[in-house]
T-cell receptor
């Protein structure tokens, strides 16, 4: 079974703190996406990383794809209450069509 | 607004019944994915269709089936419903049909409650 493990599962921090969420697999991914989901709504795409070692920035969010394309991280600087939500990594392993979602990280940022 | 529509938004039914969930992908997208999300759980991939044909299958129960029609809309049929089938069901679409960047755009979901 192909798995995308995310850590931590839960994170509760104060506004202004920094945090990093990790997404790991033993499989190689042709590309990897990060999504944010709010309660009762569908996930919303944040970013796609494709090249090993790639770093992408989206305002206070920094995404990195591992050199071997097996892992990724999401770093949030100076977290705000609006960052609260479920963060999901997802991707398709090379040579397949099956789209796999990570186990999810539930973030709560307290004002 | 992702451009993906799902109906109905809410569905309440009894055990043993059958329901049909409907999804219209973004204009031009050929692939449709179905997911199940139980309370406070992650997304479980059910099935993918590409241009009318089944492309990949995940943890879909035999009581569940899906199809994609020539106009590319898709339906997910859930039969002999059990209490444990209560969940949010999401549909997503993507335009990429080959291995590559699979950015998915999600609909608002259908909340199914089985009583």
């Amino acid at each position: 079974t192909q798995l995308l493990e995310q850590s931590p599962q839960f994170l509760s921090i104060q506004e202004g703190e920094n945090l990093t969420v990790y997404c790991n697999s033993s499989s190689v991914f042709s590309s990897l996406q990060w999504y944010r989901q709010e309660p009762g709504e569908g996930p919303v795409l944040l970013v796609t990383v494709v090249t090993g070692g790639e770093v992408k920035k989206l305002k206070r969010l920094t995404f990195q794809f591992g050199d071997a394309r097996k892992d990724s991280s999401l770093h949030i600087t100076a977290a705000q209450p609006g960052d609260t939500g479920l963060y999901l990594c997802a991707g398709v392993t090379s040579g397949t069509y099956k789209y796999i979602f990570g186990t999810g990280t539930r973030l709560k940022v307290l004002a | 607004d992702s451009g993906v529509t799902q109906t109905p938004k809410h569905l309440i039914t009894a055990t043993g019944q059958r329901v049909t969930l409907r999804c219209s992908p973004r204009s031009g997208d050929l692939s449709v994915y179905w997911y199940q999300q139980s309370l406070d759980q992650g997304l479980q991939f059910l099935i993918q269709y590409y241009n009318g044909e089944e492309r990949a299958k995940g943890n879909i129960l035999e009581r569940f089936s899906a199809q994609q029609f020539p106009d590319l809309h898709s339906e997910l049929n859930l039969s002999s419903l059990e209490l444990g089938d209560s969940a949010l069901y999401f549909c997503a679409s993507t335009g990429t049909g080959t291995t590559g960047s699979y950015e998915q755009f999600f609909g608002p979901g259908t909340r199914l409650t089985v009583l």
